[in-house]
């Protein structure tokens, strides 16, 4: 009796502790200080800022045990919600006209104002489809809202109160699932996103706002950096061309002789994208901003070589329509006195959640029909890596990496994914019984933000549930492993320079090549229109996903050894240090990457966006 009733008091003072350390943390959130700010008042400091807690002047005891808290949300019941589907945008005509140069005099919708920008590169030569600027945008246009609404992750009969979340919203269309564009090549369009944030953050985030497409093939000043936001009461254009990386230096035009025979394109069409997602990149607050919910799926069909369309009968003939649904994966934690979604500010290795959500609800189900499925996931982080699988032991047919067109389809039982991955897989129902119940499942062990233990999750952690239903259903998809897909491109032969990025720390911060993220001075001049071989590299064992905007790299080594079969391919994000691939810890990754079309400021950094907001990136430019 004695016993229990000491770990009673036990439990009760960590319950206590928790508490506290959440109401402390949502007073210093809601006053919406920065990293430099929190520096300056220290405190944070070193990877988990307890060091200086301890000696501030406004310390609380319990803090210093802030890393051995166990942070335990609301129980939740399984597999009760539907999958939310993401919303797709209208095309629109917008008003005012989009135009090269901003046009800070005219207001939009709610009377919001163009915020500051550069002119649009690219505009008059072909791509915008501009004769006057009084003729408008020939390319398509939407308009979204960056927006707070309440948004349920638990299941209603749980009585868990709805969180403030910050999301893409069309007007008259709120959601709390993330919203979809579906794009072409050949079409370029505008985004006009417009900030209706509030003051107050209700509990985390900053209400500026920075949209990046990630794996874009865009203008800078259009990239979404993180440098380029704006506040609330402004809209931003985002100019996307949809067009092929090469298209004015290496490859003006090439041809495709696909599935549909001979078609020509601008640019080089082995550079063609299928699954982009955008979110925010305010820096110092990103992470906080995609946790709340600032995420959304863009989808690139490229109709004009007869490839990957949004037909499963024409091209390659994926699964399409209702049978293509992006999944964004995201942990979450919340707060067990209110139910509200919780942000650790004082983590900076990383955050965990222990409630796995898809699409902005917790452990969702979703009914399928005895046929192939296509699925867009992305790891919307913001810490945590994945090994996915099916139940049933099924395969994935993965068909791309990063949103990139594999060479050929491969058979994957395992799929390791880490923040800002994306693999599109195919998965087929149709052998699969009538009534059954399938899941998709994490097998893989993270107890902190250094990485994976590399140890099997017992047991696995279901994270959707599909639900096989009866009946017949026509199938005009074609997908199986060995399906060739889209040749990768090819490399000059000649490299213009090599350059070494060192992930690692700085007394005790994390930073790229020793240096702290620096937003007015880029580390690196690259010549437009050359070819240059990276190196990353990580320090002390940490697993570092590590992005670089602009183009797609092709990954030529890791520790000096050939890549698996999954990564010969196009990616935008590569895994390096700890478990970077199943059982084997990979420190060292070399890539080759082109520099063609824009000049412009871009960043390179982690992924971790938990470390990439305290100071792990760095800025470099293209210039002529």
């Not at 939407?142 to 709805?162: D, I, L």
């Not at 209400?207 to 931003?236: A, I, K, V």
């Amino acid at each position: 009796m004695s016993l229990q009733i000491i770990n009673n008091f036990r439990r009760r003072q960590h319950e206590d502790a928790v508490a506290a350390y959440m109401r402390e943390i949502r007073e210093i959130q809601g006053a919406g200080f920065d990293r430099r700010e929190l520096l300056k008042l220290g405190l944070v400091a070193g990877s988990s800022g307890l060091a200086a807690l301890a000696a501030a002047p406004s310390f609380r005891p319990h803090w210093a045990h802030a890393a051995a808290l166990t942070l335990v949300s609301p129980p939740n019941t399984p597999f009760i919600d539907p999958l939310p589907i993401p919303h797709v945008l209208t095309p629109k005509q917008l008003d005012p006209l989009p135009t090269m140069g901003p046009n800070p005099a005219l207001s939009g919708y709610n009377g919001f104002y163009e915020c500051a920008r550069p002119a649009h590169q690219q505009w008059t030569q072909g791509l915008g489809g501009i004769s006057t600027q009084a003729a408008g945008f020939a390319g398509k246009m939407y308009e979204s809202c960056v927006s707070e609404v309440m948004h349920s992750f638990y299941p209603a009969q749980n009585g868990v109160p709805a969180s403030p979340i910050w999301t893409f919203t069309e007007a008259g269309v709120p959601t709390g699932a993330p919203v979809r564009i579906k794009a072409k090549y050949g079409e370029p369009i505008i985004h006009r996103i417009h900030n209706e944030l509030p003051a107050e953050n209700h509990g985390f985030g900053i209400n500026q706002c920075s949209t990046h497409l990630h794996n874009g093939h865009t203008p800078w000043e259009s990239d979404g950096g993180p440098l380029q936001f704006y506040d609330y009461g402004h809209f931003r254009d985002m100019f996307y061309p949809n067009a092929r990386a090469g298209f004015r230096s290496s490859h003006p035009e090439t041809t495709w002789n696909g599935p549909q025979g001979l078609r020509t394109v601008q640019g080089d069409y082995r550079e063609t994208m299928s699954s982009l997602w955008f979110h925010d990149h305010r820096f110092d607050f990103t992470a906080q901003n995609v946790y709340k919910g600032m995420v959304g799926f863009y989808s690139l069909f490229s109709d004009d070589l007869g490839l990957d369309t949004d037909d499963e009968t024409t091209g390659l003939r994926l699964p399409s329509g209702p049978y293509d649904i992006p999944l964004a994966l995201g942990d979450k934690v919340f707060d067990p006195s209110n139910g509200q979604l919780f942000f650790d500010l004082f983590n900076l290795d990383g955050i965990l959640g222990d409630k796995y959500t898809i699409n902005g609800k917790i452990q969702p189900f979703l009914e399928v029909k005895k046929r192939r499925y296509r699925f867009r996931i992305v790891n919307a982080g913001p810490s945590r890596v994945y090994d996915l699988s099916l139940s049933n032991g099924a395969n994935f047919v993965q068909i791309s990496n990063d949103g990139n067109l594999l060479p050929k389809a491969i058979n994957r039982k395992v799929m390791r994914i880490s923040a800002a991955e994306r693999f599109d897989v195919v998965v087929d129902f149709t052998s699969v019984p009538a009534g059954s119940k399938v899941y998709l499942q994490n097998s893989l062990e993270q107890t902190n933000g250094r990485g994976p233990t590399g140890k099997a999750l017992v047991p696995t952690v279901k994270m959707l549930e599909f639900r096989v239903a009866g009946g017949a259903v026509s199938d005009g998809s074609s997908v199986a492993a060995g399906k060739a897909l889209l040749p990768l491109p090819i490399l000059p032969a000649a490299m213009a320079a090599t350059r070494r990025w060192e992930f690692g720390r700085q007394n005790g911060a994390w930073a790229v090549n020793g240096q702290l993220f620096d937003p007015d001075t880029p580390t690196a001049k690259v010549k437009q229109n050359t070819a240059e071989e990276w190196t990353f590299k990580s320090g002390g064992g940490w697993l570092h996903p590590v992005h670089v905007h602009f183009e797609e790299f092709q990954l030529q080594a890791r520790d000096g050894k050939a890549p698996p079969i999954d990564e010969v391919a196009r990616k935008d994000v590569v895994r390096i240090g700890s478990e970077a691939l199943p059982g084997r810890s990979t420190g060292e990754a070399r890539v080759r990457m082109q520099f063609r079309d824009f000049k412009g400021i871009y960043p390179i950094h982690c992924h971790n966006a938990v470390h990439e907001d305290h100071a792990m990136m760095a800025l470099w430019e293209i210039v002529e």
